[in-house]
């Protein structure tokens, strides 16, 4: 949260406060009515998150530095990412209101990430994309376009891995420097790209202001969308948990009862709403995030001033929204890593279990042959995760 100087010449009033994990803004609506037509608590509106940050005043001793917004959310983004998950941050809010300055302010992720990485030890490669969505298309920020026209490429949606851009460069890198001249590269194309929009003198061209309405229009479709995706998938994983509940609650019910355990077919009646995730491009290629395989992060950025009230209110609603979404994250394995490990697991078990067969030893014509079984049985698994490592 930031209070810009556009904010500060407009003279509005601060109207928001932090108070540990909750955010609360005093309402307008309510200033501008009698007292007596208002309950005091409809003065307040407050949101509870996991995290709040204040960054009006840096005098201030709540003031959160992004060094602190790092330290709580961009080391567990980085730790998922190295454990093998996908992972998602993103920042949602009005114009203005710190999303760039949130992510991008000081990228000491990257430096953070290629610390670890060798104090570690552990073999990896990072490839950087980078690209924007504007007005329902996707251009590549770091691959010069041949022709005058920036080129736009086509989502497509893979079916194990899911959506994703096709043909958006990939570079590799292997330092932090490496990160950050490419990250300066694509922001400078994305600035170029809205001052051009912002200041040409083709503004006057009536087909200009045609193909603004459509920009508009189309900025707006990847906003409502996201708010449907956002509000359906709540809807989806509140309605999955209280279906989960009834469940258990049923199957309590009938064996405290003495019956048999519910079938699991009682509360789960009700069918899942459909996501409109194709409905934008913004939508589609954050369907993973959003709502499937992957630990995702949404920071919600506002403005404390008066004049923001009703943007601060609705992405305060969104946000609040969004904290229901329950995701499904699991680390994605290399096939043979995964292969090594399961071979390494059946190990660990058959050992437990001739260590338990010598230990009882009851009856040894019988344990004698299988101990000789699982004996081999391991030896063959041993023998399978050495050719395995080999061979990679
Ligand atoms: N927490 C903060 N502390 C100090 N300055 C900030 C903070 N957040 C944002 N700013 C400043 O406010 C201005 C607007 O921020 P920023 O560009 O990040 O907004 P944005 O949400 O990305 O806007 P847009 O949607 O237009 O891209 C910038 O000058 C930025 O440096």
Redesign the pocket.
Known sequence: ??F?SRESAEGGGVIVEVDDKVAKVRNIKADSRPDSTWDSREKIVAFSFDYCYW?VDPEDPKYASQEMVFQDLGTSVLMGAFRGYNICLF?Y??????????MMGTPVSCHFGFHDRVSCSFKACSMVLFLEIYNERVRDLLKQSDHKKPYTLRVREHPETGPYVQGLSQHLVTDYKQVVELLEKGIAKRRQQFYLDLAGSERADPSYCKDRITEGANINKSLVTLGIVISTLAQNSQMFSSCQSINTLTSEGESSHGGSPSSGSSGGARRQAYIPYRDSILTWLLKDSLGGNSKTIMIA?ISPASSSYNETMSTLRYASNAKNIINKPRVNEDANVKLIRELREEIDRLKTMLLSFELRNSSPSWSDDRDGNLTELVLQNEMKVRVICWML
């Not at 809010?93 to 949130?102: A, P, R, V």
């Open positions: 949260m930031c810009v960054s920042a809010g009005q114009t203005g209101s710190g999303k760039t300055y949130t950025t």
